[in-house]
Nanobody
C-alpha cells in the first residue's frame, strides 16, 4: 500500500525558512511527476511546485525564486526548501505523486504558519 507522509511544517516568522519532507512507502511505478500543493485557509488547493521524472522543476509565480523542490529517488523522498517566507505562504502543504498511467497519491498534509 502506498503512503506519503509529510513533515517539517511549523510556525516561522516572516522572512524565515522551512524545509518540508515527504516520505514515500510502498511501490509506486511509472512516476510522471512529484509535487507540492498547498491550501490556504478558505481557499482552494493550488500547485506550489512540481518536479518531473527528468527532474525538471516548475514553480508557481507566487513562490518562484523563494522555494526549491528536489527529490531523492534512492530514498523515496521529496523535499521543498522554502526561504523568505511570507504570511501568504501560510497553508497546509500536501505531497502529491502522479503516475504515467493516471494514478495519483496524496499525503495528509503538514501545516505551515508564517506569522510574527
Amino acid at each position: 500500500q502506498v503512503q506519503l507522509v509529510e513533515s517539517g511544517g511549523g510556525l516561522v516568522q516572516p522572512g524565515g525558512s522551512l524545509r518540508l519532507s515527504c516520505a514515500g512507502t510502498g511501490s509506486i511505478f511509472n512516476i510522471a511527476s512529484m509535487a507540492w500543493y498547498r491550501q490556504a485557509p478558505r481557499k482552494g488547493r493550488e500547485l506550489a511546485a512540481l518536479i518531473s521524472s527528468s527532474s525538471s522543476p516548475y514553480y508557481a509565480d507566487s513562490v518562484k525564486g523563494r522555494f526549491t523542490i528536489s527529490r531523492d529517488n534512492d530514498k523515496n523522498m521529496l523535499y521543498l526548501q522554502m526561504n523568505s517566507l511570507k504570511p501568504e505562504d501560510t497553508a497546509v502543504y500536501y505531497c502529491n505523486v502522479l503516475t504515467s498511467i493516471g494514478g495519483m497519491y496524496w499525503g495528509k498534509g503538514t501545516l505551515v504558519t508564517v506569522s510574527s
